[in-house]
Structure formats: C-alpha cells, structure tokens
C-alpha cells in the first residue's frame, strides 16, 4: 500500500485548506485511514480518522468543528478539510492506513502500518 499526501501550503489565520491523500496498490475501503500532525519539536499527534464500511469519523478535541475527513472511495482518496486555521496548526500533515486497527487504538500512532510522507500546512498570524 502506497500513500500520497498533497495540498499542504500558506494559508492566513482563519482561513481553510484542503489535503489529500491518495491511496494506491490496495482498495481504499479496506482500510482506515487517519490524519496525524507533527509540528517541529513535538510529537506526531492524531488529528481525524475514518473508518471503512460507514466511515465513522473520529477527530482529536483540538479540531472538532473545524476540520472535516472525508473519502471518495472511487478515487482511492481520503481528504481533510480544515477551516478556521489556527498558527497553532501549523504542521506536517501525515496520512496513515490500516486494515486491521482495532477502534480502540484508532487515535494512536503505533496503530498504523502505512504511512505517507508530509505535507506542511503554515497558518501564519
């Protein structure tokens, strides 16, 4: 399974971004696939997660109400759509899948066997 992340970039304090993650090599919908953050100096930290089937989604306390994950499973594509940025957000966005993450482990980083590369996301003041 290969991940690629896209559509990191500049965006002003309150203003919205979209990114993308691309799914190849396996079906989509197969896997639950998350969105981790990690800003220079920190841990990488869970931001949202959908899951196959329903797709239930999950968010980290720090996003609720501003950012939105979503899939287009006919286009092998999970995305996160961020509002209302914040400087606070500014960071590498990650992509991550798994098939057999158990829901109580959905929120936590050792979970995820697939990873992406980053993509940054700057909020500037």
């Known amino acids: 399974v290969q991940l690629q992340a896209s559509g990191g970039g500049l965006v002003q304090a309150g203003g919205s971004l979209s990114v993308s993650c691309t799914v190849s090599g396996r079906t989509l919908n197969n896997y639950v696939v998350a969105w981790f953050c990690q800003a220079p100096g920190k841990e990488r930290e869970f931001v949202a997660a959908i899951r196959r089937g329903q797709g239930n989604t999950y968010y980290a306390d720090s996003v609720k109400g501003r950012f939105t994950i979503s899939r287009d499973n006919a286009k092998n594509t999970v995305y996160l759509q961020m509002n209302s940025l914040k400087p606070e957000d500014t960071a590498d966005y990650y992509c991550?899948?798994?098939?057999?993450?158990?829901?109580?482990?959905?929120?936590?980083?050792?979970?995820?066997?697939?990873w992406g590369q980053g993509t940054l996301v700057t909020v500037s003041s």
């Open positions: 991550a899948a798994d098939a057999q993450i158990i829901l109580s482990s959905i929120r936590d980083i050792r979970g995820y066997d697939y």
